[in-house]
Structures are given as C-alpha cells and as structure tokens.
C-alpha cells in the first residue's frame, strides 16, 4: 500500500512537501491508521506524530486522512484508504510544529474563554451538589468530548476566524455547562456569546457532525445555544 | 466578547434574526411575484401598474426591499470578515456595499412611488 505522508521540519525545510512510502501491510487483518505509522516510524524515525492511548480516549492523534479528520488510532485503513493508497495530513487550519503535530494553542483558547468549569455562588452543600437522574440526562452527549479538535478544524468558519469564532468543540462544551443544573452562571455565559462572531459564525454546515470520532454534534448544541439566546432576548 | 461596529446591529442574535426575517420576506415576495405572472399570461401594463398603485403592493414591496438592504449587508458583512484580512480593503468593501444599498433603497422607493 502507498502511504502519502504530510513531511515539514521547520528546522530543515524551507517548505512542506508530501513523502510516499511502500509498504506491506499484513494480511487478513485490517490495521488502524496509527498502527500503519507505527510500523512506518520504525522505518523512518524522523515522523513525527502525537500519539498516547492508542484506544481513542485521549484525542491526541487527531489528523486528517485522506481528506476526513479523525482519529487514527480508531480509524481503520480499510475506512481511511482510497484506491489502496492513504494520504495523511496534519489537522487543517492550524499551524505545524513539525509533520502531523499542529500547534493547538488557538483551539485551546476558545476553550477558555467560554469558562470549562462549574460555577456556582450558592453555598456548597455538606457533601456534593445532587442532581436528578433528568438533570443529569440533558449532559449526555456533551461530556464525553475528549478535544482532540477534529471538529473545529473541520470547520471553514474556524479557519477562517479561529480567534473569533469558538468553533464547534468549544461551543458543545459551552453547551454542557449552560445545560448543567449546578451552574448559576447561565445569563453571563449567555452574555459573553451574543456577539456576531462567537456562536454566529456557525452557518450550520455540520461538518463538525460528520469527523466527530465520538459521534457527538455540535451543531445541535450551538442550536440550543441560539434557542436559549433568543428566549434569553425576547 | 468579541464586539464589532461594523456588523448590522452589532449583536450577533439581532444580525441572525433579521437575517432570517429578511429571507422568509424575499421568500414571500418572489413567491407572489412569479405566481402572480404565471396567472396572468397575457398581462398588460394598465393591469402590471395598476398592481404597484395599490398602497398594500407598496407596503410589501418597501418590505421586500428594505429586506434586499438587510439582507445583503448582513451577508456581504460575513463574507468580507471571513475573506478579506487586510483592515483598509475590507472597510471600504463593507461602506462601497452599504452606499450601494442604501442607493438601491432610495431608488426603489422613487420608482415604486412614481417621484
């Protein structure tokens, strides 16, 4: 199988090119992604790649592979390749480190800004804060985003504004917790979104839906963004 | 909060909301226009003026037009801070786009009052 592999050293290159290598995948099994760069690394141990459970938990091998973001310790080569021949791409839109490593510095701030955490004024109770087994549905698929940034740099809107937009991962985060029944910060989370760039920039074109590697989306939770805005302004 | 004085009405859900009004209005007023002239084949201009004379015609049409106006500007707006990146081009995109709206608006009014 031809393996097209996205080659920058910005200590070595002047520019990035596309190296292609041969190689002999064993048969009758099909192989993920990342284990096909694992054996290519023993080959050639200058590819450099982040990568740690291997099991897609921990979201650090997002890239894009033949065209689609995902995670390649979970996507399989039969799923990635097309015509026997596998391109891989570091995450679009942001900049490279080196090969498939992208500075995710830009992402990591939206993420900031829309405050990850609980808050909460009231006094804490003795033990914890109790939440109804209803209370605790309305979180299902919104926690279990792991921010390995398939989503956002999926998205033409974050390309385009990555230091305006949130982008898609950081507005499903927003989400869970204007969702989350221990927060009291509802109104001033709302505050700081109303804006044209923040949540509006989405024009729903879902792409975000179509990489998540957790199949989580996005696009519903930036809805109900919108919804609680507009019950929020009329 | 990102905050920008050259957006329509400076608030994202406000620019969002009219952008939607706006449409569902075209969406009306095309509607109306193409039926209207496929149920009359053989129209004459006696009957076509005498469409724009009725003040509720010219209510819609000012309310379709107005719309153009929305409309457009929210969208050349969004387009222009998603592609142009250098400040002085695109600030004079987004005014050329504004004083072109606002032409078309006053025009439209002239032409649909008869002035």
């Given at each position: 199988m031809l393996v097209s592999i996205y080659r920058y050293n910005p200590e070595k290159d002047d520019a990035p090119y596309m190296q292609d290598f041969e190689i002999e995948l064993p048969a009758g099994k099909d192989l993920m992604v990342l284990d096909v760069l694992n054996l290519l690394k023993a080959q050639d141990p200058s590819i450099?790649?982040?990568?740690?459970?291997?099991?897609?938990?921990?979201?650090?091998?997002?890239?894009?592979?033949?065209?689609k973001n995902g995670l390649a310790c979970i996507t399989p080569v039969s799923a990635a390749a097309k015509n026997n021949k596998l391109v891989l791409r570091p995450l679009p839109g942001l900049p490279v480190v080196r090969d498939l490593v992208v500075d995710m510095g830009q992402f990591y701030k939206q993420y900031e800004k829309i405050k990850p955490f609980l808050i909460n004024d009231t006094p804490a109770p003795a033990i914890e804060r109790l939440q109804s087994?209803?209370?605790?549905?309305?979180?299902?698929?919104?926690?279990?985003?792991?921010?390995?940034?398939?989503?956002s740099t999926a998205c033409p809107s974050f390309w385009w504004n990555p230091d305006k937009f949130i982008g898609p991962s950081g507005l499903l985060q927003a989400y869970r917790f204007l969702a989350d029944s221990r927060d009291t910060?509802?109104?001033?989370?709302?505050?700081?979104?109303?804006?044209?760039?923040?949540?509006?920039?989405?024009?729903?074109?879902?792409?975000?839906?179509?990489?998540?590697?957790?199949?989580?989306?996005?696009?519903?939770?930036?809805?109900?963004?919108?919804?609680?805005?507009?019950?929020?302004?009329? | 909060?990102?905050?920008?004085?050259?957006?329509?009405?400076?608030?994202?859900?406000?620019?969002?909301?009219?952008?939607?009004?706006?449409?569902?209005?075209?969406?009306?007023?095309?509607?109306?226009?193409?039926?209207?002239?496929?149920?009359?084949?053989?129209?004459t201009y006696?009957?076509?003026?005498?469409?724009?004379?009725?003040?509720?015609?010219?209510?819609?049409?000012?309310?379709?037009?107005?719309?153009?106006?929305?409309?457009?500007?929210?969208?050349?707006?969004?387009?222009?801070?998603?592609?142009?990146?250098?400040?002085?081009?695109?600030?004079?995109?987004?005014?050329?786009?504004?004083?072109?709206?606002?032409?078309?608006?006053?025009?439209?009014?002239?032409?649909?009052?008869?002035?």
């Open positions: 450099s790649y982040r990568r740690s459970c291997r099991e897609g938990v921990c979201g650090s091998d997002g890239m894009n592979m033949s065209g087994p209803e209370e605790r549905e309305k979180l299902d698929g919104l926690y279990e985003c792991i921010l390995c940034a398939c989503c910060a509802t109104q001033e989370r709302l505050g700081d979104l109303d804006d044209p760039f923040s949540v509006f920039r989405c024009h729903g074109i879902m792409n975000c839906v179509n990489v998540c590697p957790k199949g989580l989306n996005p696009t519903k939770a930036i809805g109900n963004i919108r919804t609680m805005l507009i019950q929020r302004a009329t | 909060m990102v905050t920008q004085i050259t957006s329509f009405g400076r608030s994202g859900l406000y620019d969002w909301m009219m952008q939607r009004i706006s449409a569902l209005v075209l969406a009306v007023y095309s509607v109306f226009i193409i039926a209207y002239l496929l149920l009359n084949p053989g129209l006696e009957q076509w003026s005498g469409l724009f004379e009725m003040t509720s015609m010219r209510i819609f049409s000012l309310l379709a037009l107005l719309s153009v106006g929305i409309h457009s500007w929210i969208g050349l707006w969004s387009i222009s801070t998603d592609y142009i990146k250098a400040t002085g081009v695109r600030f004079f995109f987004q005014s050329l786009c504004g004083l072109v709206m606002f032409i078309y608006v006053v025009w439209g009014v002239q032409v649909l009052w008869g002035l």
